[in-house]
């Protein structure tokens, strides 16, 4: 007879499966680097096959996608996808423009601005915790942007903008999400990807005159195949079936290792070292958006 699963395996398992999702994440923008297409066709596929993968993965297991709640919530699941095509573009955008871990860090400012808008958004007060973690981030971000050390002339402004434009797009998918109610993880991603993907679709194709597909090398589909399938499909599946089996505290923390990732992943395959001041701007950060989603005064 099959020993039946303990409570702890199945939170270990439910903590490997997250963290395996975010380290996927977090990989996502080294790769974008080394793949030949526009950062916009990247996004258009990621968020069509992925949206098909883990569609194919509920019919697997049997699942059906509801239809009566995602009516009942279609409005923000709609703007959600939408946001999320947004962010999308923002974001591999700015890993062209700057270095992968200013691009990474400006991105993850998203919390952070959620935290400052909270008094009008959901009526929230700030406590003086919160703000010192939202003056920390705001600090870290200016010593990782190198705008203090080398002055606004030699910093990439635009590839700020477009991270901190990824952070915005995020902080809409934040303020969706806590609107829809009673939708399913895997019905809520099939969604939320698919929307992204026809938000990104019309883009693509009047920027490029069409899909530039023509010419496109066989290591760019092979890293294009992997983010679709692996750092999207399997890391969706992996990240929201997990969701449901773990605290949102200890969600809020894992879901830090990303931009540590990423951080780690430019400096040793993209060689862009952030210097002293840089990394302790990371720091500041990473440490300010985490606590900021734990603190509660």
Request: glycine share 10%.
């Amino acid at each position: 007879m099959q020993a039946e699963t303990t409570p702890d395996a199945k939170l270990g398992s439910a903590r490997l499966r997250f963290v395996l999702a975010v380290l996927l994440y977090g990989t996502i923008g080294p790769v974008v680097r080394f793949i030949a297409l526009p950062s916009e066709v990247i996004v258009l596929f990621r968020g069509a096959f992925g949206s098909l993968f883990v569609w194919l993965f509920m019919r697997v297991r049997g699942q059906t996608l509801d239809r009566r709640a995602i009516r009942a919530n279609l409005r923000w699941l709609v703007t959600s996808g939408i946001c999320l095509g947004l962010n999308w573009i923002f974001l591999f955008a700015a890993y062209v423009h700057t270095t992968v871990a200013i691009a990474s860090l400006c991105n993850y400012m998203a919390p952070i601005i959620v935290i400052a808008l909270s008094p009008v958004v959901f009526g929230e007060r700030i406590g003086p915790k919160r703000l010192a973690c939202v003056i920390a981030a705001f600090v870290g971000i200016m010593l990782v942007s190198g705008v203090l050390s080398s002055g606004a002339a030699e910093v990439d402004l635009v590839g700020i903008a477009l991270g901190l434009l990824a952070a915005a797009a995020f902080v809409g998918i934040v303020i969706c999400n806590k609107k829809i109610v009673g939708v399913g993880a895997f019905d809520k991603v099939v969604v939320q990807l698919g929307t992204s993907a026809a938000t990104v679709l019309p883009y693509a194709l009047v920027k490029n005159g069409g899909l530039p597909l023509a010419g496109v090398d066989v290591r760019s589909w092979a890293l294009l195949a992997c983010i679709c399938l692996v750092q999207t499909g399997i890391a969706y599946v992996f990240y929201f079936g997990a969701m449901g089996e773990l605290p949102v505290t200890e969600i809020a923390l894992l879901g830090y290792i990303e931009p540590v990732v990423s951080v780690l992943g430019s400096a040793l395959f993209l060689h862009e070292p952030l210097g002293v001041a840089g990394a302790i701007g990371a720091a500041m950060v990473i440490v300010a958006a985490a606590a900021g989603e734990v603190i509660r005064e």
